[in-house]
């Protein structure tokens, strides 16, 4: 999580205060759409773990949202019961934890052993108070109950070598050594087996606790990876990928560093990105997919060229571990402090929502790359659940990421879409329908995932299937709403709901038509 956020919002769609004033979006060209399939033509697989969420240290996500000691919603290891029952229902396969800034000052060893005996420390990345009765024990034993696999981040900021070491040994070592037998003091006698480590969090930006540049923190993470194989050498590893998109920032140069430099240990390469709406213009918010895929094809470039000419280099995809609408709860200029006394408790929209099948569409299509996302962050804080003592609700963003969900595993299509342009600001046009397609070879299915970005206008599309029309109905799953500014509250979230149907389609050929309305998210299967 980062400070300052507002600047972020990716380079060219970024809605910063005091910038020129923006374009006024173009109306729909005319003529007619089309979107053309080939189960042939596969991208890669959707892993599954694109759908991965991710727990910080932050406001009410980890106490009064996963684990609330004492309350009547929690089970007996002070687990809420009602937030477990949501984040299955969301589809969550992969949990990130303790950060986020949080893991740039955090000591393990704080977490483990006798609860009432773990030191009180201040947490000085959101400047409060951490009790540390949520550790390393607690967060494996939840994901475990949860039925996901744990990422857990090292701290790469004020941490050490020794430090990440010992704790994938009292994660994962399984014979008699030091921190083993404290594992098992701890209560846990196998391993935990933890696969997925991240090699610190944004340590790029000078907002982070033990901020490095490029070349030092490269020096840093390559031994950390060293010596974190050699207590277990079956471990993934995520190098932190540059996250500062401030004035003078060298995003690019930042990658391309910490690539070359770590080809040979690490797995991945992570990019963050939140996005906001200060404006409230639809189009141009959801426009955001144009520098989304450009990021990821440029990040995709640069792992290709530190592999060239080595037919043995180790394979490196991209972790996109934290992604969101984040906007409302931050403001330019506010410290850490201030941002952490809002909770960021951001209450999400009908345009946000729409915004989920954007940012997901763009996975999809680079499935080939991406083989991870963590949503940020799991409840209450810039999440798709809501808690009070009482109860929680769903905000509106959570239903799109739940039915994207059932598609992990997929094939994701290499998709033709030819859709009337428009023009939302100085840069270049993009189409109103955002595509992505999936198919299950298992069921036979193809799956079309469709984010119609016009506000005003409802878009007719021919669909080709290169195997084929639908030999029966299409089932169809549709986000819409009259009003963009739609939003959930306790007792109240069923105002923006998905509608689902069986429709029987008219097919000519290899296809068919299908209008997909104004400012709506639509998923076809057949």
Partial sequence: MKRHRWVLVLAAAAVVAGGPPPLAAQPAASGPARIKIDPDRVIGEVHPHVFGNFAEHL???????IFEEGSPLADADGFRRDVMEAARGLGVTLLRWPGGNFASGYNWKDGIGPRDQRPVRRDH??????????????????????????????????????????WVEYTNEAGNTYWAQQRRKNGRDRPWGVKVWGLGNEIDGPWQLGHKNAEDYAKFALEAAKAMRRADGSIKLIASGSSNFGPGADWVGWNRTVLDRLRSEIDYISLHTYIGNREGNLEKFLAVARDLDDRIEVVKGQIQAVRVGNPKARPIHIAFDEWNVWYRTIAPGMTESEIAATGLEEKYDFADALAMGMFLNSFIRHADVVKMANLAQLVNVIAPIFTNKDGLYLQTIYFPIAEYAKQRGHQSLDVLVESPQYKPDEGRPLGYLDVSATYDPKARQ??????????????????????????????????????????????????????????????????????????SLTILKW
Avoid: M, Q
């Fill in 446 to 519: 193809v799956f079309l995932n469709v984010l119609n970005r016009s506000e005003k206008t409802d878009i007719t599309a021919r669909i080709e299937n290169a195997a084929g029309a639908p030999s029966g109905p299409v089932n169809v799953w549709e986000l819409n709403h009259a009003d963009l500014k739609a939003t959930h509250t306790f007792g109240k979230d069923s105002v923006v709901r998905p509608a689902t149907r069986s429709t029987s389609v008219k097919a000519s050929g290899n296809g068919f038509e299908y209008t997909f309305p104004k400012h």
């Fill in 125 to 166: 990345a959101w400047d409060a108070i951490e009790s540390n009765r949520f550790g390393t024990d607690e967060f494996l034993r939840y994901a475990e109950r949860l039925g996901v696999e744990p990422y857990l981040c090292i701290n790469a900021g004020l941490g050490s070598v020794e430090d990440a070491r010992n």
């Fill in 59 to 65: 406001g009410r996500c980890i106490y009064g949202g």
